[in-house]
């Protein structure tokens, strides 16, 4: 099983749509939580952190769910620009303190 | 935020050659760096983290002597593909963490394709 799960995708909407995002790990003892944007052949970025309250930036929303191991992220009123994929990320102590990528949920978003 | 650098962005070799990329943290001294690896459509994979002035400790199954670290100083951490093959081929990202260790500051990557 891998440590950091997601739906691959893609998820094709249009603009103006909402849209989640689900993702799980393994490693029950993780510390921190991401979700990270990467657009083709670049870098990524961090888009938010995720707290077990759960946290709001704008269209973006976060939610962590420590007892199923499960995190979220919500797009509301999806922007082209938003097109990209989106990679959540746990904080865990694997050997050494790392972080663990998961591959990615492809968005893209039409006129 | 921290501004993290790497040379080359691209890079074409021919099988057997070496390859070295550079990541540079332009306004932070960073102790540590990591480098990472992305095959296409599979996810970032920690290689091994760089120390300044120690070894690098390395992940499993990343060998030690075809990926050469170098960490020569706070704002430098150099990446040696040695005797280069088509498998090796992908894109290399390096990165440190920021005050808060919850910030990691990337770099653009590197792509390297093996002839």
């Known amino acids: 099983r891998k440590e950091v799960e997601q739906d691959p995708g893609p998820f094709n909407v249009p603009e103006g749509a909402t849209v989640a995002f689900n993702c799980t790990y393994s490693?029950?003892?993780?510390?921190?939580f991401f979700w990270y944007r990467q657009d083709c052949r670049k870098e990524p970025k961090l888009l938010m952190s995720v707290y077990s309250s759960g946290n709001e930036d704008g269209r973006f929303t976060a939610q962590l769910n420590r007892a199923s191991q499960y995190i979220s992220l919500l797009i509301r009123d999806s922007k082209l620009s938003d097109s990209a994929t989106y990679l959540c990320?746990?904080?865990?102590?694997?050997?050494?303190?790392?972080?663990?990528f998961g591959t990615g949920t492809r968005l893209q978003v039409f006129p | 935020g921290a501004v993290v650098s790497q040379h080359p962005s691209w890079v074409i070799c021919k099988s057997g050659t070496s390859v070295k990329i550079e990541c540079r943290s332009l306004d932070f001294q960073a102790t540590t760096m990591f480098w990472y690896r992305q095959f296409p459509k599979q996810s970032l994979m920690l290689m091994a983290t760089s120390n300044e002035g120690s070894k690098a400790t390395y992940e499993q199954g990343v060998e030690k002597d075809k990926f050469l670290i170098n960490h020569a100083s706070l704002t430098l951490s150099t990446l040696t593909v040695t005797s280069a093959h088509p498998e090796d081929s992908s894109f290399y990202i390096c990165s440190h963490e920021g005050q808060n260790t919850d910030t990691q500051y990337f770099g653009p990557g590197t792509r390297l394709t093996v002839l």
């Open positions: 490693n029950s003892a993780s510390q921190s």
């Open positions: 990320v746990v904080r865990s102590w694997v050997g050494t303190d790392k972080l663990i």
